[in-house]
């Protein structure tokens, strides 16, 4: 199980616990120190610097949501694109978690130097396209569509009976609009588009209440009104409790961030009403988990720490990091929270440490790649631990969505959605062969642990292997595309011994 303290410094979950909460750090360290002690992260003096955050924050038609700007806190750090406003105490907690500045009776923020633009989602896709052609690469979105069950007025189901009249068709599934920020991500290669996974775990309501029916309307169109049920229909998440991510959560290329907070003991346990995976095509989603009350604190709190990696990296390298390369240190230094081996469908790769991540940004833990179209790619790895594990990202073009329809069949469609197709496995030098394959999970069965096995659906590839040899470990990256596709491949428990030909 994942810990809470580790090694006499400050994990990313106590920073968030206390932002959160509003505690004093100095209960803990010196009050001077906070940061220089929080994590590998700030002993290196990260905060942040020229690093901006863009925040999109729920609005409704007449009135727009954001942080509260007569903050002391928020003071300097914070710029509104609004003329008229109304304060949301939503907006303002993830603003003082992300970039407040530190008071006598509060910490500071995660990445209390970074620049926050909060923007409203009225318009969204217009103003991120915008940003995202001058070079936006931190894109936060803590919020999620309302399927499933609601109860903002009258209680409200998301389903629609023809389809299904338990579970709502919505859950895991690929869409339109998921294929639109897919496309955004791969025209956009240094854009990483942060979402929260939602809080709808286990929502449920029986009585009577309020669902669309689909009905013909006199000049032969379909159209859908509403109608009163008092059926009885699934929990969000059904039994035993899985697939309950919303079409924006779903994405290929973002990344997707559920919730999590430390038990008494210290170990960190899922938040009871995270939404958990799988996508319908059995993707890992979410991708991370991280410590907040909900899992809009959550991303943002990974909104934050990106922006100390990305501080970190343009401090030592010349160019921007690609977006694939920052999902990929989040995903390799993230800590497994379960005691099984590999990814699961509730915690994704496991527990954002910053800690573990920031040290992972050095030429001998990882490598760009371009890889040539139908090119296999061999580089030799150096163990320095009995433990090794090499993790490939790279960002896909956007999948095809099953075509809506009223029939049953969409339904948990498993259409496989993977464009651009690469495979990697180990090998051993004292055992050639021996194949040591990637992480795949079954979405047919979720609660099943990780299995090991060719990899078709994910555009994230991890392989583990124990072994106590000091000889190099091959590792093959084989593109199956008919073009070239860029990833990125990071080490743990091994460098590279060369740079790649």
């Not at 609660?447 to 583990?464: F, L, M, S, T, Y």
Request: contains cysteine.
């Amino acid at each position: 199980m994942a810990r809470l303290f580790k090694m006499g410094t400050l994990s990313l979950a106590l920073m968030v616990a206390l932002a959160l909460q509003g505690q004093n750090a100095s209960n803990l360290v010196p009050r001077s120190s906070f940061y220089s002690q929080a994590l590998k992260a700030n002993r290196l003096g990260l905060l942040g610097r020229f690093v901006d955050i863009h925040q999109w924050e729920a609005a409704e038609k007449d009135m727009r949501f954001f942080p509260d700007t007569s903050l002391p806190a928020l003071k300097g750090t914070l710029f509104i694109y609004s003329d008229t406003f109304a304060v949301s105490h939503h907006a303002t907690r993830l603003a003082q978690l992300m970039v407040g500045q530190e008071l006598a009776h509060q910490p500071a923020g995660i990445a209390p130097k970074a620049r926050l633009h909060v923007h409203d989602i009225i318009d969204y896709k217009t103003q991120v396209q915008v940003y995202a052609e001058h070079g936006m690469q931190i894109s936060l979105h803590a919020y999620n569509q309302n399927l499933g069950w609601s109860r903002e007025t009258l209680p409200f189901w998301g389903g629609l009976e023809a389809i299904d009249s338990t579970e709502d068709f919505h859950w895991g599934r690929y869409t339109q609009d998921s294929r639109w920020w897919d496309s955004l991500a791969h025209r956009y290669p240094e854009l990483l588009v942060v979402r929260s996974a939602g809080n709808s775990l286990g929502e449920y309501f029986e009585g009577e209440h309020l669902l669309y029916a689909p009905f013909q309307k006199l000049n032969g169109k379909q159209d859908y009104r509403l109608k009163r049920s008092k059926k009885v229909r699934d929990s969000d998440g059904g039994f035993p409790a899985f697939d309950c991510l919303t079409p924006d959560a779903v994405t290929k290329n973002g990344l997707t961030v559920g919730a999590v907070w430390p038990s008494p003991e210290g170990d960190l346990q899922l938040v009871a009403n995270s939404s958990v995976g799988p996508t319908d095509d059995g993707r890992v989603k979410p991708d991370v988990v991280a410590v907040g009350e909900q899992t809009s604190e959550s991303a943002a709190a990974v909104a934050a720490g990106l922006a100390l990696l990305t501080e970190y990296y343009q401090l030592n390298y010349t160019h921007k990091p690609p977006a694939h390369l920052l999902k990929n240190f989040l995903i390799s230094g993230a800590e497994d929270l379960d005691g099984m081996p590999g990814p699961d469908y509730k915690s994704g790769w496991g527990a954002v440490n910053l800690e573990r991540s920031v040290d992972l940004i050095n030429p001998r833990s990882f490598q760009l790649l371009k890889i040539a179209p139908k090119d296999t790619l061999v580089l030799l790895l150096s163990p320095f631990n009995e433990n090794i594990r090499a993790t490939l990202v790279w960002t896909d073009l956007p999948g095809e969505p099953v075509p809506f329809s009223l029939a049953p069949s969409i339904l948990n469609n498993r259409k496989n959605l993977l464009r651009l197709d690469l495979d990697m496995w180990l090998v051993v030098k004292t055992q050639p062969q021996k194949v040591h394959l990637p992480f795949v999970l079954d979405p047919i069965h979720p609660a099943r642990p990780a299995q090991k096995g060719k990899n078709k659906i994910d555009n994230v590839e991890q392989v583990a292997l124990s072994s106590s040899t000091k000889e190099g470990v091959r590792v093959f990256i084989v593109n199956n595309a008919s073009v070239a596709v860029s990833a990125s491949l990071v080490l743990k428990g091994a460098h590279f011994n060369y740079a790649p030909q």
